[in-house]
């Protein structure tokens, strides 16, 4: 069962009680500051992602104060996608259109089997998850629009934690990023339960999904257990976390830039030359950028590495994806 937040939903078809003005006023500060970071123009058409958790409602009641105040020109859609995990899925998205009437803001929404995705695809629940909404938002986001979504400083944490404990490079340490392509992070730099106290102080409702809770998820364990005692030991560790992952990103910025002019000055009718292999750190590098997505796991990357620098040809690795690797005379070809 879905739990609701401590207050009554908003009655559907009128603007917020004036009572909760201040705290939205404040929502509103913290998304303005993330916009302005991500230079978002004043007059873009955003497709809010809003699941009815605490997060994403801050990012809407955050989102439609600027609007209403005419501090942002933007034009807003609220998208929510139901995952048809939990029976009672469909009262998040009456929760959430609801919400989005009382906003008076368009409304977006479909009900998807992601238990299938994961299945049909060989994902796991959240990686399907996590495909399945990308998709849908990009679906209902029209040309020119931008795709914002409620990720937060800690949710930023964790998943450079969970890239760590899963074993990453430099890439991985990454975490989230604010911006990609058209999708936009602008609550990042802000703290869940800053954003949680500033709904609850304001009376703005909100919905807790119980399996956030459940241990048998690795990311639930990390966010309960894990970054709860590092936050014990060092108060501010997942600023700190935030704050290694941009300097990581941009390391792994310039890598990737000498990487690429690396993968051209190799590339030749017979393949990727391999006579003369670079360092290592950056020829596992120029294969990962030559092999594209899906990325292959970091074992096929070594094979690969070894076969190129070995003597022996005639080698062939699978790559998955359909995708194949040859070697022969010291040149990598890459076929599908």
């Given at each position: 069962?879905?739990?609701?937040?401590?207050?009554?939903?908003?009655?559907?078809?009128?603007?917020?009680?004036?009572?909760?003005t201040?705290?939205?006023?404040?929502?509103?500060?913290?998304?303005?500051?993330?916009?302005?970071?991500?230079?978002?123009?004043?007059?873009?058409?955003?497709?809010?992602?809003?699941?009815?958790?605490?997060?994403?409602?801050?990012?809407?009641?955050?989102?439609?104060?600027?609007?209403?105040?005419?501090?942002?020109?933007?034009?807003?859609?609220?998208?929510?996608?139901?995952?048809g995990?939990?029976?009672?899925?469909?009262?998040?998205?009456?929760?959430?259109?609801?919400?989005?009437?009382?906003?008076?803001?368009r409304?977006?929404?479909?009900?998807?089997?992601?238990?299938?995705?994961?299945?049909?695809?060989?994902?796991?629940?959240?990686?399907?998850g996590?495909?399945?909404r990308?998709?849908?938002?990009?679906?209902?986001?029209?040309?020119?629009s931008?795709?914002?979504?409620?990720?937060?400083?800690?949710?930023?944490?964790?998943?450079?934690?969970?890239?760590?404990?899963?074993?990453?490079?430099?890439?991985?340490?990454?975490?989230?990023p604010?911006?990609?392509?058209?999708?936009?992070?602008?609550?990042?730099?802000?703290?869940?339960?800053?954003?949680?106290?500033?709904?609850?102080?304001?009376g703005?409702?909100?919905?807790?999904?119980?399996?956030?809770?459940?241990?048998?998820?690795?990311?639930?364990?990390?966010?309960?257990?894990?970054?709860?005692?590092?936050?014990?030991?060092?108060?501010?560790?997942?600023?700190?976390?935030?704050?290694?992952?941009?300097?990581?990103?941009?390391?792994?910025?310039?890598?990737?830039?000498?990487?690429?002019?690396?993968?051209?000055?190799?590339?030749?009718?017979?393949?990727?030359?391999?006579?003369?292999?670079?360092?290592?750190?950056?020829?596992?590098?120029?294969l990962?950028?030559?092999?594209?997505?899906?990325?292959?796991?970091?074992?096929?990357?070594?094979?690969?590495?070894?076969?190129?620098?070995?003597?022996?040809?005639?080698?062939?690795?699978?790559?998955?994806?359909?995708?194949?690797?040859?070697?022969?005379?010291?040149?990598?070809?890459?076929?599908?």
């Amino acid at each position: 069962m879905v739990e609701q937040g401590t207050h009554k939903p908003l009655a559907g078809g009128s603007n917020p009680p004036s009572a909760t003005t201040p705290h939205r006023d404040a929502l509103a500060r913290a998304v303005d500051g993330g916009a302005a970071r991500l230079a978002i123009p004043d007059d873009a058409a955003i497709v809010l992602a809003v699941s009815g958790g605490p997060d994403s409602m801050a990012l809407l009641n955050g989102a439609a104060r600027l609007v209403e105040t005419d501090a942002r020109g933007w034009r807003l859609t609220v998208a929510h996608l139901d995952h048809g995990l939990r029976p009672d899925g469909a009262d998040d998205a009456r929760f959430v259109a609801e919400a989005a009437e009382a906003l008076s803001l368009r409304y977006e929404a479909l009900r998807t089997d992601v238990a299938a995705l994961a299945r049909d695809e060989g994902r796991s629940l959240e990686d399907a998850g996590r495909e399945a909404r990308y998709r849908f938002l990009e679906g209902v986001a029209p040309e020119g629009s931008m795709i914002a979504t409620a990720h937060t400083a800690d949710d930023a944490a964790e998943t450079v934690l969970l890239n760590l404990l899963r074993g990453t490079g430099l890439t991985g340490a990454r975490g989230i990023p604010a911006r990609r392509g058209r999708i936009v992070r602008p609550l990042l730099a802000e703290r869940r339960a800053a954003l949680r106290g500033l709904l609850d102080a304001g009376g703005i409702d909100y919905r807790l999904d119980p399996s956030n809770e459940d241990p048998a998820f690795l990311r639930n364990r990390v966010r309960n257990e894990v970054l709860p005692l590092l936050e014990s030991v060092r108060p501010g560790a997942a600023e700190r976390i935030g704050q290694f992952s941009r300097l990581a990103a941009d390391d792994d910025a310039l890598l990737d830039d000498l990487a690429h002019a690396e993968l051209v000055r190799r590339t030749t009718e017979e393949g990727i030359d391999w006579r003369e292999p670079p360092v290592t750190a950056l020829g596992r590098r120029v294969l990962r950028i030559a092999l594209g997505e899906p990325a292959p796991s970091a074992e096929r990357v070594e094979a690969l590495l070894e076969a190129a620098a070995g003597e022996r040809g005639g080698v062939t690795i699978e790559l998955g994806g359909g995708r194949v690797a040859s070697v022969s005379r010291r040149h990598i070809r890459i076929l599908t």
